[in-house]
């Protein structure tokens, strides 16, 4: 809330303001916090590489499994398969555009969320809180 607050306040309009707060949601809330958890309560590094790696895998999996599924191309199905190990084995960029995304899209719906709230405020109020 605080960070579309402040794009509003300097005048962004409601996209521009959902991409630089999705971004910063991203590393103040999600990329820092996940960090210092892991040096603070020693979190075995390698364990949580090994998980991570897994997760991107397990991904892959589903997303051949849907591809599978709905009779994708045989040439769609082996292309994203020779994806699985390059993306796995860079799971660090992987994360971080997840980290990304989820910030985006959090932050868009808090943008919408204000928007529809703050036009049913009536014009009146507004205009006292300017004056105040």
Do not use: C
Not at 51 to 80: E, Y
Request: hydrophobic letters at 50%; aromatic letters at 8%.
């Amino acid at each position: 809330g605080i960070l579309i607050g402040v794009g509003r306040r300097i005048g962004l309009g409601p996209a521009l303001n959902t991409l630089w707060t999705g971004v910063a949601y991203a590393v103040l809330d999600l990329l820092v916090p996940t960090l210092v958890t892991v040096v603070v309560f020693r979190y075995p590094v390698k364990q949580l590489i090994d998980a991570a790696k897994n997760f991107v895998k397990l991904i892959f999996n589903i997303v051949i499994g849907i591809l599978d599924a709905v009779n994708a191309p045989r040439s769609t199905v082996h292309q994203v398969t020779s994806w699985k190990g390059p993306v796995t084995d860079h799971w660090q960029l992987a994360w971080l555009t997840t980290l990304v995304l989820y910030g985006l899209l959090t932050m868009y719906l808090v943008a919408i969320v204000s928007e529809i709230v703050l036009k049913q405020i009536p014009q009146q109020t507004l205009e006292r809180q300017k004056a105040a």
